[in-house]
């Protein structure tokens, strides 16, 4: 599978660009979720345009092989948040949108606490059919970059930074 790093500039200025965009379309959002753990990162970046509070949740659907579980898995849900999210105007925000089954997930089990509005913003799309919807209750989505069907590389990933900055500027990435 075609593989695609990015440099944590490139994820800096998508993230600007999304911040920027949320915050033109009048949403006005009151706290960001992040889906961790791939959302930690860019949700900490929108928050530093935005200035909201940072909720997260742990949800998985990839083992450490890459493979696919059948379905999301809650790794970390707080009851707390779940309180604090009620009648609240949601951003939830994600790293990728792949086959959708995560955010719909997610989306899902937020809907249930009952909040104001709700909203996505995910760092990239990548072009393909999906398994999962995003539920007509979201009022928005907003997607930083769209992309092929390729396993994404981020730089919060990598083991060795400096080869990863080396792949971004060639744009090829080691298997």
């Keep these: 599978m075609e593989q695609i790093a990015f440099s944590y500039n490139e994820i800096h200025d998508?993230?600007?660009?999304?911040a920027r965009r949320i915050d033109?379309?009048?949403?006005?959002?009151?706290?960001?979720?992040?889906?961790?753990?791939g959302g930690f990162i860019p949700a900490r970046i929108i928050k530093t345009f935005l200035n909201l509070p940072i909720y997260t949740v742990g949800i998985s659907l990839y083992l450490e092989?890459?493979?696919?579980?059948p379905?999301?898995?809650?790794i970390q849900w707080i009851d707390e948040v779940e309180?604090?999210?009620?009648g609240r105007r949601i951003?939830?925000?994600?790293?990728v949108d792949d086959s959708r089954t995560t955010l719909e997930y997610c989306i899902r089990e937020l809907l249930s606490n009952d909040p104001a509005a709700l909203a996505v913003a995910v760092l990239h799309n990548k072009q393909k059919e999906k398994r999962g919807?995003?539920?007509?209750?979201?009022?928005?989505?907003?997607?930083?970059?769209e992309l092929p069907d390729a396993w994404v590389k981020y730089p919060w990933d990598a083991l060795d930074i400096q080869e990863?900055?080396?792949?971004?500027?060639?744009?090829?990435?080691?298997?």
């Excluded at 092989?65 to 579980?69: I, R």
């Design 91 to 95: 951003l939830l925000v994600d790293e």
């Design 133 to 145: 919807e995003i539920p007509a209750e979201v009022s928005y989505y907003w997607v930083g970059r």
């Design 65 to 69: 092989d890459h493979t696919t579980l």
């Design 83 to 86: 309180q604090k999210l009620n």
């Design 14 to 18: 998508t993230v600007a660009d999304l």
């Design 71 to 74: 379905s999301p898995k809650k």
């Design 164 to 175: 990863h900055d080396a792949a971004v500027h060639s744009r090829e990435v080691a298997v």
């Design 24 to 37: 033109a379309s009048g949403y006005s959002p009151e706290v960001i979720v992040a889906i961790g753990t």
